[in-house]
């Protein structure tokens, strides 16, 4: 920049000493060239001193506060460039979390994981809806609030083409799967909740339970003690026409209980829940 400055101050200079011996049309054409560099030069030092600062780069906070979500979240199995595998999801209280779409369709399931789990617990099972042509987006849920994230799944999953929604839910994602079905509009087209406790760190299934009136299935082990009581309990609140509880015998828990439900959950998925015995 000084060396710039110099340059043209130098030239400046030699061009007034000289202009004397120029004929006068010449003079006053290199007069408005010397008005022209004068104003160039006024410009390039106060540019120089701080005058006129460049711009600063702009700060994008959401931006960033998405970045670090996908870099922090609990979820291995999306591999090392998460920025392409993974999308954030906002709830209306500019809570963040993440989700991993997998598959396509018009049928789409949002997949809540158990307590001590992360999104990564439900890739399997998504993996293998993909092949019957329906779409998963298991998301990562924290808190007593993380129902609410389900309900931002929802709302991607509508804008993104599903003509069809369906929640399932492992153990505490079982309570957070009904909590957010008893919420999102228009309702879901189905409900499925594993293992699910009838309370969870302040929400009540039983009163979410209580409002559902679409498709639900409802399993537990038989041998899982309060969970199974707890199965019972909300099948029982549930109004829906179109309920099922499943009570394998086993004691196996939440997404465990998939390998117990392979021959159910297909019919539940494919809009048939209508023709399955209420209690098996």
């Not at 061009?15 to 004068?38: C, V, W």
């Not at 789990?117 to 779409?135: E, H, K, M, S």
């Not at 309370?199 to 299934?205: A, F, I, K, L």
Request: net charge neutral.
């Amino acid at each position: 920049m000084n060396k710039t400055l110099d340059t043209l101050s130098r030239y400046s200079k030699e061009a007034l000493m000289s202009d004397n011996a120029r004929p006068a049309p010449t003079r006053r054409l290199h007069m408005k060239r010397i008005i022209q560099l004068t104003a160039m030069l006024g410009a390039l030092a106060l540019s120089a001193c701080g005058g006129n600062p460049a711009p600063e780069p702009s700060f994008d906070a959401a931006a960033q506060a998405r970045t670090a979500k996908l870099a922090s979240a609990n979820a291995d199995c999306a591999g090392p460039d998460r920025e392409k595998t993974l999308i954030t999801l906002e709830t209306p209280d500019h809570e963040l979390t993440v989700g991993y779409p997998i598959g396509q369709g018009d049928t789409a399931v949002i997949l809540l994981h158990e307590a001590e789990a992360g999104l990564c617990q439900w890739v399997p099972y998504a993996q293998d809806l993909a092949t019957q042509n329906i779409r998963s987006l298991p998301i990562d849920i924290g808190d007593s609030t993380s129902w609410r994230y389900a309900v931002a799944a929802a709302t991607y999953l509508r804008n993104t083409g599903a003509k069809k929604l369906i929640i399932i839910g492992a153990s505490r994602g079982g309570t957070m799967a009904l909590q957010a079905a008893s919420q999102i509009q228009p309702p879901v087209d189905g409900v499925v909740t594993l293992s699910a406790p009838a309370t969870y760190s302040g929400v009540d299934g039983r009163a979410a339970a209580k409002t559902l009136t679409m498709p639900v299935l409802i399993a537990a082990g038989i041998r899982e003690g309060g969970f199974t009581e707890d199965a019972k309990t909300l099948y029982d609140l549930c109004p829906s026409s179109h309920k099922t509880l499943r009570l394998p015998g086993t004691s196996v828990h939440g997404v465990e209980l998939l390998f117990h439900l392979k021959e159910v959950l297909p019919i539940f998925l494919n809009s048939q829940a209508a023709t399955l015995p209420a209690v098996q």
